[in-house]
């Protein structure tokens, strides 16, 4: 049931503050670099960090419950042992990726 909600949330999470994120990366780069400039220093902030977490967090829980359902339409996985497996394996994998997404980014 966590999954669930968890895919339900992340999913509105991206398509709202995601889009916002997007809209404004984009009007700062069409603002100049002024506008810009802006833009990457309140995201370089703690708090716009803290967006870009989460949004990664999102798209990579989002991504892991969409494949663990994508098994269970094609009829898959639906033994009750392998069904609690996936359920909690897939939001620690996010997390995972995550955070070996960010580790790649800020060792560049």
């Known amino acids: 049931m966590l999954v669930s909600i968890l895919h339900r949330a992340t999913g ?3 398509a709202l ?3 916002g994120v997007l809209v404004w990366w984009l009007g700062a ?3 100049g670099p002024e506008a810009y ?3 990457q220093r309140i995201m370089g902030s703690v708090p716009g960090m803290i967006v870009l977490v989460g949004l990664s967090w999102a798209f990579f829980t989002h991504l892991m419950s969409g ?3 994508f098994v269970l339409d094609i009829g898959a996985g639906y033994e009750l042992n392998t069904n609690r497996l996936w359920s909690i394996a897939s939001p620690v994998i996010a997390v995972v990726l995550t955070a070996a997404f960010w580790a790649v980014i800020l060792i560049r």
């Open 12 to 14: 509105d999470g991206m």
């Open 17 to 19: 503050v995601g889009l």
């Open 29 to 31: 780069l069409a603002g």
């Open 37 to 39: 400039g802006s833009f």
């Open 67 to 69: 494949l663990r359902h």
